[in-house]
């Protein structure tokens, strides 16, 4: 289960006056693990870049699914909340394929109820886009996000 860290909090005020244009990204086989995701263009610290989709589910719903995707090695559920999880193995978008990093380039936040990824710093053209999943459960999972990296998720 990905987790969201309540860390680099963004105000309403804030985001207001972020403009609406959302930086162009593309998916592609990525050095850390599988499909990766990279900005196409210069992206400013605290912009945001997507939004995470997928289907709506309850957290109870979640947890079969969950154990189903670990078993293939892949994490899909993102916690909303509490009570809600969004499952991007279902209706999910690109934001799906965005690898895990330690040290990661962007960070996860709710503004009005949507998961969205937030450049956590200023991110060239070129590079891939990665957040912490800040994942809980049983990690099962060896991190790569680098050569070494001792975490798992
Ligand atoms: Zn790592």
Known sequence: ?????????ITRWEMRLTELYLPQIKRKRSKLHGWGVFALENI??????????????????SEDREDRYLRRGEIWCFR????????????????????????????????????????GKAVKPGE???YNYHTDGDKEIQCRCRPGCKNRL
């Open 80 to 119: 909303l909340n509490r009570r809600w999880v969004i499952d991007a193995n279902v209706g999910g978008n690109i934001a799906r394929f965005i690898n895990h990093s330690c040290k990661p380039n962007c960070y996860s936040n709710v503004i009005d109820g949507r998961i969205w990824i937030i450049a």
């Open 44 to 61: 400013n610290k605290n912009k945001r870049v997507i939004t995470y989709e997928g289907e709506k589910i309850t957290s109870k719903a």
């Open 1 to 9: 289960m990905l987790n969201l860290m309540l860390r680099g909090r």
């Open 128 to 130: 891939e886009l990665t």
